[in-house]
Nanobody, 114 residues
Framework: VQLVEFGGGVVQPGGSLRVTCQASGVLVTEHIMAWYRQPPGQERELVAEFTRDSNKNYADSVKGRFTIYRDSVKGTMSLQMNSLKEEDTAVYLC?????????WGQGTQVIVSS
């Protein structure tokens, strides 16, 4: 299993950005998958996830602004981020849990700055 994130970058406050996780060696719709982020100097935190029943959960700080979705054909999971704030600045990491093993991507940097 390999997870590769892309799509990060620099955006102004109020702007939008989409980050995507390309998964190989696994079907994305069959497992728990999530986006985490790690702001500078802070601990890693859950942003959004697909549960084992494919329900979606969001951190309170991103509800109404971020949308998680995945594409079984492309083998991707994405996070659409709107109305970005400076406090959304972080490395965004893809996570997949198969039950007996868990995997992380290397992360993609998102910087929200004017």
């Amino acid at each position: 299993v390999q997870l590769v994130e892309f799509g990060g970058g620099v955006v102004q406050p109020g702007g939008s950005l989409r980050v995507t996780c390309q998964a190989s060696g696994v079907l994305v719709t069959e497992h728990i998958m999530a986006w985490y982020r790690q702001p500078p100097g802070q601990e890693r935190e859950l942003v959004a996830e697909f549960t084992r029943d494919s329900n979606k959960n969001y951190a309170d700080s991103v509800k109404g602004r971020f949308t998680i979705y995945r594409d079984s054909v492309k083998g991707t999971m994405s996070l659409q981020m709107n109305s970005l704030k400076e406090e959304d600045t972080a490395v965004y990491l893809c996570y997949l849990d198969r039950g007996w093993a868990a995997y992380w991507g290397q992360g993609t940097q998102v910087i929200v700055s004017s």
